[in-house]
């Protein structure tokens, strides 16, 4: 009798996959914001950025409708998570939709609301940054040019503390624009690494804390290993915990006397009020370039009150009012005739834009002035345009005030109260205020030791300061 052959068995190998974490995910899920100290370098205008800890929430803003910032914010989000652990981006959440699918990590958004206008027929956007974001945002980076700069500052309008900035030219001009995209690896672990432990620091640090709580783990006695004694000093010795929380994956830090440098950029703060002198929500909101008062639509000319810490100053007829800070005194205001001022002046300038007169001249007035404008009623009712940072907020009607003053900048010693106590962390000769800046080389290394070189630069190469006519550029 014939036996049938038996077929081998078919060995099959099981597989398993996961899905790729293309996640969007809310705010509230991320850790609180880490708050750096700035502190005064000797010999240097720019001050010293020190993380408490190592900072784990960007911020990534980017110049909209282009290729090219799409790619690049992928790629440094790609390489930042792949090389510094714990680290999460928050975006919104346009950027959002068009990101996470490339991402293979969760990506944090946060949608757009709309705040009342005092006109009933509009309404202005105001992010939900204005109630979250800053409480979550250690660190904004941006790709383009000034405009993506400056739409990273508003939306933090609201907010008294804005976090360190850190900005890629990749737009149209780029002015405030410190660093070129091909160095953002560089950039990035200067700015990261800044404030942490030298190498040796770190090592007689635990080497110290071993030696400290040796004695005092409890549940142990006689000799006790190395590997126990660094296990319970980094969960219960707070100080351990940050000197040894940098990756020394990393490479060795420079020390605390070699930092990121970063230039405060002064801000204004600016409040609308009614007829009755009734301040309108929110209380104020902050501009990093300019506050614009104009005519909008209309084809009449604005006739504004304009008064300086409750003195009245003039009454102008003109296509409208620019209130700047000195960042923003290179843009807007110089085309309408403005003066340059240097970032690290504390000051305001008013500049008239097209005055119906050959007499009103733009001035440079004390950051500590208050500059109120009223608009006065004789255009048949009309009101003006209200502009900040290129956003319009408010609608202006006949009777209602624009009042404009500067925002503390300063050691926390020398500033009155306010809201520039609003982190409520280091000590009174840390600096506190404005927009801080992350500028080119470190603190401590003898480059550029006045810090003026980014501002000088830019004069000469993007504006052509007193440039000869004829030559060619």
Same mark, same amino acid.
């Given at each position: 009798?014939?036996?049938?052959?038996?077929?081998?068995?078919?060995?099959?190998?099981? =597989?398993?996959?996961?899905?790729?974490?293309?996640?969007?995910?809310?705010?509230?899920?991320?850790?609180?914001?880490?708050?750096?100290?700035?502190?005064?370098?000797?010999?240097?205008?720019?001050?010293?950025?020190?993380?408490?800890?190592?900072?784990?929430?960007?911020?990534?803003?980017?110049?909209?409708?282009?290729?090219?910032?799409?790619?690049?914010?992928?790629?440094?989000? *790609?390489?930042?998570?792949?090389?510094?652990?714990?680290?999460? =981006?928050?975006?919104?959440?346009?950027?959002?939709?068009?990101?996470?699918?490339?991402?293979? =990590?969760?990506?944090?958004?946060?949608?757009?609301?709309?705040?009342?206008?005092?006109?009933?027929?509009? @309404?202005?956007?105001?992010?939900?940054?204005?109630?979250?974001?800053?409480?979550?945002?250690?660190?904004?980076?941006?790709?383009?040019?000034?405009?993506?700069?400056?739409?990273?500052?508003?939306?933090?309008?609201?907010?008294?503390?804005?976090?360190?900035?850190?900005?890629?030219?990749?737009?149209?001009?780029? =002015?405030?624009?410190?660093?070129?995209?091909?160095?953002?690896?560089?950039?990035?672990?200067?700015?990261?690494?800044?404030?942490?432990?030298?190498?040796? +620091?770190?090592?007689?640090?635990?080497?110290?804390?071993?030696?400290?709580?040796? +004695?005092? #783990?409890?549940?142990?006695?006689?000799?006790?290993?190395?590997?126990?004694?660094?296990?319970?000093?980094?969960?219960?010795?707070?100080?351990?915990?940050?000197?040894?929380?940098?990756?020394?994956?990393?490479?060795?830090?420079?020390?605390?006397?070699?930092?990121?440098?970063?230039?405060?950029?002064?801000?204004? *703060?600016?409040?609308?009020?009614?007829?009755?002198?009734? @301040?309108?929500?929110?209380?104020?909101?902050?501009?990093?370039?300019?506050?614009?008062?104009?005519?909008?639509?209309?084809?009449?000319?604005?006739?504004?009150?304009?008064?300086?810490?409750?003195?009245?100053?003039?009454?102008?007829? +003109?296509?409208?009012?620019?209130?700047? @800070?000195?960042?923003?005194?290179?843009?807007?205001?110089?085309?309408?005739?403005?003066?340059?001022?240097?970032?690290?002046?504390?000051?305001?300038?008013?500049?008239?834009?097209?005055?119906?007169?050959?007499?009103?001249?733009?001035?440079?007035?004390?950051?500590?002035?208050?500059?109120?404008?009223?608009?006065?009623?004789?255009?048949?009712?009309?009101?003006?345009?209200?502009?900040?940072?290129?956003?319009?907020?408010?609608?202006?009607?006949?009777?209602?005030?624009?009042? #404009?003053?500067?925002?503390? #900048?300063?050691?926390?010693?020398?500033?009155?109260?306010?809201?520039?106590? /609003?982190?409520? /962390?280091?000590?009174?000769?840390?600096?506190?205020?404005?927009?801080?800046?992350?500028? *080119?080389?470190?603190?401590?290394?003898?480059?550029?030791?006045?810090?003026?070189?980014?501002?000088?630069?830019?004069?000469?190469?993007?504006?052509?300061?007193?440039?000869?006519?004829?030559?060619?550029?």
């Amino acid at each position: 009798m014939k036996v049938p052959r038996r077929k081998p068995a078919i060995r099959t190998r099981c =597989f398993s996959t996961t899905a790729r974490r293309q996640e969007i995910r809310g705010l509230t899920e991320l850790p609180e914001r880490v708050v750096p100290r700035y502190h005064e370098t000797k010999g240097n205008d720019l001050l010293s950025l020190q993380w408490p800890r190592p900072l784990r929430n960007i911020l990534l803003v980017k110049k909209e409708g282009t290729r090219e910032t799409r790619e690049a914010v992928g790629e440094f989000a *790609r390489h930042i998570h792949d090389t510094y652990p714990g680290i999460s =981006f928050i975006t919104d959440s346009a950027s959002a939709q068009e990101l996470h699918s490339s991402l293979p =990590f969760p990506i944090y958004a946060f949608p757009n609301l709309d705040w009342p206008s005092s006109s009933s027929s509009s @309404t202005t956007t105001i992010h939900a940054s204005t109630f979250s974001l800053p409480l979550k945002t250690d660190l904004i980076t941006t790709f383009g040019g000034d405009g993506t700069l400056l739409r990273a500052s508003s939306l933090f309008a609201i907010a008294p503390s804005v976090p360190p900035i850190i900005s890629f030219s990749m737009g149209t001009l780029g =002015f405030l624009n410190e660093w070129k995209f091909a160095e953002y690896k560089r950039a990035f672990r200067e700015l990261y690494m800044s404030g942490a432990p030298s190498s040796r +620091a770190s090592v007689m640090a635990r080497e110290d804390s071993r030696s400290e709580t040796a +004695a005092i #783990v409890p549940g142990q006695s006689g000799p006790i290993s190395s590997n126990a004694v660094h296990s319970y000093s980094s969960t219960n010795n707070p100080a351990l915990k940050t000197v040894g929380s940098w990756p020394s994956s990393l490479g060795a830090s420079l020390g605390p006397t070699r930092t990121a440098r970063v230039l405060l950029r002064n801000r204004l *703060r600016v409040s609308i009020s009614s007829p009755t002198g009734t @301040t309108l929500s929110p209380p104020h909101l902050h501009a990093l370039n300019e506050i614009i008062l104009h005519r909008g639509a209309s084809p009449h000319l604005t006739h504004l009150s304009i008064s300086i810490s409750g003195r009245h100053l003039t009454s102008a007829v +003109a296509d409208g009012l620019i209130i700047s @800070t000195p960042t923003g005194s290179t843009a807007y205001s110089l085309s309408a005739g403005g003066s340059i001022v240097h970032p690290l002046v504390k000051g305001i300038v008013l500049t008239p834009i097209c005055a119906r007169s050959l007499s009103f001249r733009p001035l440079v007035l004390p950051g500590e002035a208050g500059v109120e404008v009223g608009v006065v009623g004789d255009r048949g009712g009309e009101g003006v345009e209200v502009s900040i940072d290129g956003v319009r907020r408010e609608g202006v009607g006949v009777g209602m005030g624009v009042r #404009v003053w500067g925002e503390g #900048v300063g050691r926390r010693r020398d500033l009155k109260g306010g809201d520039e106590d /609003v982190d409520g /962390v280091g000590d009174a000769n840390d600096w506190v205020g404005g927009v801080p800046c992350v500028m *080119r080389g470190r603190a401590g290394d003898g480059e550029g030791a006045s810090g003026d070189e980014g501002w000088v630069g830019g004069l000469n190469g993007l504006l052509k300061f007193n440039y000869p006519f004829g030559e060619e550029g």
